[in-house]
Structure formats: structure tokens, C-alpha cells
């Protein structure tokens, strides 16, 4: 009954890569951590709250670039590959808290799981509920991943919008991601190029009836712009992303630590592609 309860300690199956492409084991500073993961540059889109919030504590941030995207990936394989990473890497970079900063992997994990890592753990989910709040046509609409899209937490929450005069929109697209990752990289988009995908799952009638949008992947705030251009009678976007990092705050409440902060990325496999790292330093990790 042990075993319930307590993380399986010594398993490594996953390597932790430094923007130098060396495999590591421990980070040596005297700072506490804050851990943020993601599979890509989605993140960042939480990360950048950090220093509001955090002013004493050293940020880890990981992109699992090697099981990259999450989105349309076999459940059961994620949620293997994501319990491993997160294991190992609680252990190798011992964090006084964690921000699941992927829509996609906290619909997968249990709270029995986040509880065996025995630290504060924010998950970022789409506040769907919250949303129907603020929009005064109730007609909503989820962009996020097909994973999240078809994920329990989703249904579970349809479930209870049970009033008819609601509207709610669910589009899940894999290529969403990948359009978010290059312009991070300096790769222009063609807004065309999205609102083509875009009508492929929606009528031009049903875009232009939305008012709110919840960016239900942490990728979409990058993209925001070109779907603006797309839905232009949305009132509100919903973004998580400032709500978690208070709520880990909260749950952390203080540091005495006046160091500053420091930034650290690792990677899951090095990368062959140019530039790769780049949208990770222009956020100051290193
Ligand atoms: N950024 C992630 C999310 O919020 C997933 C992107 C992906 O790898 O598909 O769902």
C-alpha cells in the first residue's frame, strides 16, 4: 500500500538536455525552484508571469521537445511519457513547486498522481465555466489541443451547460501548435493559412456569432493577433495563464530567498533544427 503513495525513485529513462546540448543531472544554486513544464514554447506563455509573482526563486523550464506535440499523441503513451518526466525531473531539479503549463498533459494527470510529488502543483485548464460567465451571447468557443478537446475534464464540464441558450464551440487543431511554434522561430504566418483551417470546422456564420475564445493551449497566446483578425466579434480572450501562476503563489506564499531570479531551460533531445532554442532565450532562459 506503500507504493500508493510514494514516488518510485531511481527510474531514468529521460534526459535533461542544457541549451549546449549536455545531458544533466543536478543544477547547482542555493535559489528555490520553480519548475514550469510544457512540450514546446507554449510555456512561455505562462512563464512570463513568473517574475510578478516570484521574485527570490530560480525558473526550470522544460520542453519535452522530444515527444513534441502532445496534442494528438495516444493517451495512454502521454500520460505514461509525462508521469516518467515528471518524476525524474522533480527529482533531478528539486523544485519547491511546479506549473503543468500544458493544457494538454493536466487533463491527463490524476490529483493522485500530483499529490505523490508532495509539493505545490498547479495544472493549466481551460476555464470554461468562468468563461460562460463573461460572455453575454453564452456563445463560447475552445481552441485547444484534440487530446483536451476529447479529454474527461471537457467533457465533464459540457456536461453541465445544461441550459440550450448555450453555445459552445470545440475546435481541436494539432496545426495550431505548429503554427505557433514558427513564429516564435521568426516564421511569418499567413492569417489566411489559419482561417482556411479554421472554416474547415466551423461556418463563417458560427465565427462570427462567438464573443468569448478560451485559449485552451498554452501555444495560442502567441498566435492571439492572427485570430483576432479571424473572430472579430470577440469580446474576451480567456487565458489561464496569469491565474495559475497566482495560484501558485498561494499556494507557495513565500520565499526568503532575495537572490533574483535565474533561468534555466532544458530540453528532452537535442536539437538539430537552426534556432531552435531561440524563442527560449528571447524569454531569458538560457
Ligand atoms: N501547449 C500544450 C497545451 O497547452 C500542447 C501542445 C502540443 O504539444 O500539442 O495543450
Same mark, same amino acid.
Not at 495544472?123 to 460562460?132: R, S
Not at 499567413?190 to 456569432?209: A, F, G, P
Not at 495560442?220 to 495563464?241: C, G, H, Q, R, T
Given at each position: 500500500?506503500?507504493? #500508493? ?7 531514468? @529513462? ?20 520553480? %519548475?514550469? $513544464?510544457? +512540450? !514546446? ?11 510578478? /509573482? ?17 496534442? @494528438?499523441?495516444?493517451?495512454? %503513451? ?28 493536466? =487533463?491527463? %494527470?490524476?490529483? +493522485? ?16 465555466? #468562468?468563461? $460562460?460567465?463573461?460572455?453575454? &451571447? ?8 484534440? *487530446?483536451?478537446?476529447? +479529454? ?13 441558450? $448555450? ?10 501548435? @505548429?503554427?505557433?511554434?514558427? &513564429? ?7 492569417? *489566411? ?26 501555444? $495560442?497566446? @502567441?498566435?492571439?493577433? #492572427? ?32 537572490? !533574483?531570479?535565474?533561468?534555466? %531551460?532544458?530540453?528532452? #533531445?537535442? +536539437?538539430?533544427?537552426?534556432?531552435? =532554442? ?6 531569458? /532562459?538560457?
Amino acid at each position: 500500500m506503500l507504493v #500508493e503513495n510514494t514516488i518510485i525513485l531511481g527510474k531514468k @529513462n529521460i534526459e535533461f538536455y542544457n541549451a549546449n546540448g549536455d545531458s544533466i543531472e543536478k543544477i547547482n544554486t542555493d535559489s528555490p525552484r520553480i %519548475l514550469i $513544464f510544457d +512540450s !514546446g514554447v507554449g510555456g512561455l506563455s505562462v512563464s512570463k508571469y513568473i517574475e510578478n /509573482f516570484f521574485l527570490g526563486a530560480d525558473v526550470v523550464y522544460i520542453a519535452d521537445n522530444k515527444f513534441y506535440p502532445y496534442g @494528438n499523441k495516444d493517451r495512454n %503513451l502521454l500520460l505514461e511519457r509525462i508521469e516518467d518526466l515528471l518524476e525524474q525531473a522533480v527529482q533531478i531539479f528539486e523544485p519547491i513547486g511546479l506549473i503543468i503549463a500544458c493544457n494538454t498533459a493536466s =487533463t491527463l %494527470l490524476s490529483n +493522485s498522481f500530483t499529490e505523490k510529488l508532495k509539493m505545490p502543483c498547479i495544472k493549466v485548464l481551460p476555464p470554461i465555466l #468562468e468563461a $460562460f460567465q463573461i460572455s453575454s &451571447k453564452k456563445n463560447v468557443l475552445l481552441i485547444a489541443t484534440p *487530446n483536451t478537446i476529447d +479529454s474527461e475534464y471537457v467533457n465533464n464540464i459540457c456536461a453541465k451547460l445544461i441550459d440550450d441558450k $448555450f453555445i459552445f464551440k470545440k475546435l481541436g487543431l494539432t496545426e495550431l501548435v @505548429n503554427f505557433s511554434e514558427m &513564429k516564435s522561430r521568426g516564421i511569418s504566418l499567413e492569417t *489566411n493559412d489559419i482561417e482556411s483551417l479554421i472554416l474547415r470546422s466551423m461556418t463563417k456564420e458560427e465565427v462570427d456569432n462567438v464573443d468569448v475564445v478560451i485559449l485552451g493551449c498554452t501555444h $495560442f497566446p @502567441n498566435i492571439k493577433d #492572427e485570430l483576432k483578425y479571424i473572430f472579430k466579434n470577440v469580446k474576451e480572450w480567456v487565458d489561464p495563464a496569469y491565474d495559475a501562476v497566482n495560484s501558485l503563489y498561494q499556494a507557495i506564499n513565500q520565499i526568503n530567498s532575495q537572490k !533574483g531570479i535565474q533561468k534555466f %531551460l532544458f530540453l528532452t #533531445e537535442q +536539437s538539430k533544427v537552426d534556432n531552435f =532554442t531561440s524563442p527560449y532565450e528571447y524569454s531569458g /532562459f538560457l
